[in-house]
Nanobody, 124 residues
Framework: QVQLVESGGGLVQAGGSLRLSCAAS????????MGWFRQAPGKEREFVAA????????YYADSVKGRFTISRENAKNTVYLQMISLKPEDTAVYYC?????????????????WGQGTQVTVSS
């Protein structure tokens, strides 16, 4: 079992920045692909970014490409999502997720473990 806890959300003005963190505990973090997803009110959960265990491969949704950066520190069992140039449409609850297989996926069905989420609100 893997427990994921997100932090770093908050209220920011459009154009601002935030860095989300996801701390993993429980079973070994080794080999897991990690992803960030988000869900806005009334909308389905959508993929944001993912990173392989080694950090050698990353993948982003088109809507955040060039503005968001996913990274990880395996020694700290932590994954980050650096967000810049935030827009009101980025407002959502952001979830961290872990996938057992070492291959990136943008499908939320491929991720076994999920955090509780952290709210990001971008004001215009």
């Amino acid at each position: 079992q893997v427990q994921l806890v997100e932090s770093g959300g908050g209220l920011v003005q459009a154009g601002g920045s935030l860095r989300l963190s996801c701390a993993a505990s429980g079973r070994t973090f080794s080999g897991y692909t990690m992803g960030w997803f988000r869900q806005a009110p009334g909308k389905e959960r959508e993929f944001v970014a993912a990173i392989t265990w080694s950090g050698g491969s990353t993948y982003y949704a088109d809507s955040v490409k060039g503005r968001f950066t996913i990274s990880r520190e395996n020694a700290k069992n932590t994954v980050y999502l650096q967000m810049i140039s935030l827009k009101p449409e980025d407002t959502a609850v952001y979830y961290c997720a872990a996938r057992v297989f070492p291959v990136i996926s943008s499908s939320n069905h491929e991720y076994r473990y999920w955090g509780q989420g952290t709210q990001v609100t971008v004001s215009s």
